[in-house]
């Protein structure tokens, strides 16, 4: 998964002169040209697999809040992975 800036994929969107040439390639090209943001991505509390364990050592006691509690090595309980 890329991670990008929106704000700046907006202003390579609206640089093209002609949007008449807007086509799924330059879009694309101008998705890789966007920069990638410094994000971590995290897992919440309701959606990871260890949710309502009292022993998650993942997120601590967040889960008995509101399952709103997050953390970077939740792992989620559909399996889907994140790189």
């Known amino acids: ?9 907006i202003k390579n969107l609206v640089s093209i002169k002609d949007l ?3 086509s799924t390639k330059t879009i694309g090209e101008a ?8 994000a971590v991505e995290v897992v919440r509390c309701k959606d990871c697999k260890w ?3 009292y ?3 993942m997120g ?3 889960w008995m809040r509101d399952g709103n509690g997050f953390c970077d090595r939740g792992e989620r309980k ?4 994140h790189e």
């Open 1 to 9: 998964m890329k991670l990008i800036d929106a704000d700046a994929l």
């Open 20 to 22: 008449r040439t807007l």
């Open 31 to 38: 998705i890789e040209k966007t920069p990638t943001v410094d």
């Open 51 to 53: 949710y309502g364990y």
């Open 55 to 57: 022993s998650c050592e």
């Open 60 to 62: 601590g006691n967040n």
């Open 78 to 81: 559909d399996g889907e992975q």
